[in-house]
Every structure is written in C-alpha cells, then in structure tokens.
C-alpha cells in the first residue's frame, strides 16, 4: 500500500486500475507547500543524480518508471524528483497526470508492490514532486517489466538503473529460506580467495577460469560467500566485480585455509 501523504487522497488505484473517480479530490494535492521549504529541493538538485537520487523531466511510461521504482526498494532506497531535467535545471510536472502514472508503476508494474510518498513542492513557479521510496528488504527483490515484456529485478548502481545479476538474484533467495548457508571451504573457495587477496578484484567469468568449473557452479560460491558477509558485489552495466568484504578482510588471514 502507498503510504498516505496529507497532500493525496486515499487509494487512487481501483481493481488494478486508475480509479477516475480519484481525480476529483486530486484539488488537494495542488495545494502549494510554503515556499519557504523550497530551498530543500533546491539543495537535492546541486548534490546531482547518484545511487539515491533521480531526476525526471516527466513520466511518461509507467513500465520504465517501474524499473527505477523498483531498483531503488531493491538498493538503497531512494529520490525522484519529477520535473527535474537530467542537467538540474527545473522544468515542472506538465501534468498531474504525472502522479497517477507514479500510482500505476508502483502497484501495476512492480511485483509486489511498491510503497511509495510524495510530496509536491513549487519552485519558481513550477511544480516538482519529490517521490520518496524506502529500501524493502522484507520483499526484495521488487520485480518490473523489463523492454522485452519479462518480469525482471533491478538494482541502483552510481546514477544507472541496472538489471540484477544471477548472483544477486540467489543471495536474495539465499536470505529469504528457513535454513542458514552452509560452507565449506574446498578448493575452489581457497583459490578465489587467495586470486582476491593478491588481485582485490575478480569478475564471474575469470572466476570460472582459474577455478575450472562452470558458469553455474561459480555463480552458487559467489553468492554464498556473498550471503555470508564474506565477498562484496559491485554490479554496472559494462561489467561485475567481486570483492572481499571490508569486515572479513580485516578478520581472515588466508594462510590458514
């Protein structure tokens, strides 16, 4: 459920669907919020886009707003601000139509549903919608349609929206069973670790290489050590890395595997 913001009306979505009914209290959203908080818009713009900070100039596919919904409950949460050009510069929500579209993304297109709170700000004249949406680790991961129609999950890395690797998808499945992971150190385990401690850094297919096994079998050790606190990811659209995680390197001593 959408958490209700003083400036919205109850539930704007009906049988999966926008009720139009809605848009006839949609008058109190438009009340202006005191100019003097502006500045707070103001301050977000000047920090620049990042891992929790988005700007759109407008929303105009509910499916691709999704993803960037989405990636945000999956991440670390995270701001939109609508009506915001990727230069900074404030343009203002054309339409509040905008809103609704922000309503249909979150519970139509995210699976499960996102729960999200705006608030409407007036800056030189101009309408921005800040659109806050909290990290949901009880229900990650948040899924959306991807450009070729399939429920995909994603994630916030730097300023990108980005698709969720096969590793990332099994530590998550990893959190959520009855059972702990089990580990035990073989081989496999001793040569990854020891490539990180001279090298600080390994991607999947490298992993395969100098271990010898498959693409599958590598990703199940990553994410495993990635459960356990014992490896870093660090996904991007070129490419993945892997790590030791800050905590265990300053614990493991790799001499004694």
Not at 59 to 74: G, L, P, V, W, Y
Not at 115 to 125: A, C, L, N, Q, R
Not at 183 to 202: C, D, P, T, V
Request: proline letters at 2%; glycine letters at 6%; charged letters at 25%.
């Amino acid at each position: 459920m959408v958490r209700e913001n003083n400036l919205f009306p109850q539930s704007l979505i009906n049988n999966n669907a926008i009720d139009s009914g809605a848009k006839r209290d949609f008058a109190a959203f438009k009340q202006e919020t005191d100019v003097r908080k502006n500045h707070h818009i103001q301050d977000l713009i000047l920090q620049g886009e990042s891992q929790t900070l988005d700007f759109k100039f407008e929303i105009a596919d509910s499916k691709k707003i999704a993803r960037t919904m989405a990636a945000f409950a999956n991440t670390d949460g995270g701001t939109l601000l609508v009506g915001v050009k990727d230069n900074g510069a404030i343009a203002g929500v054309r339409s509040d139509e905008e809103y609704y579209m922000l309503e249909a993304a979150a519970k139509m297109h995210c699976r499960p549903a996102i729960d999200f709170s705006v608030e409407k700000w007036t800056i030189e004249g101009k309408t921005v919608l800040e659109v806050i949406i909290k990290k949901d680790e009880e229900n990650m991961p948040h899924m959306a349609p991807g450009k070729n129609g399939r429920w995909m999950a994603y994630i916030r890395s730097h300023d990108q929206t980005i698709l969720a690797n096969g590793v990332l998808m099994k530590v998550w499945r990893n959190q959520y069973k009855n059972e702990g992971v089990l580990l035990e150190f073989s081989r496999i385990e001793k040569i990854l670790l020891a490539h990180l401690e001279k090298n600080g850094r390994i991607t999947h297919s490298r992993f395969c290489k100098i271990a010898g096994i498959s693409w599958k079998h590598a990703e199940d050790v990553l994410a495993n050590l990635i459960s356990l606190n014992i490896l870093s990811i660090a996904l991007s659209e070129k490419e993945t890395h892997y790590f030791l995680h800050d905590e265990f390197q300053e614990k493991v001593n790799l001499h004694i595997f």
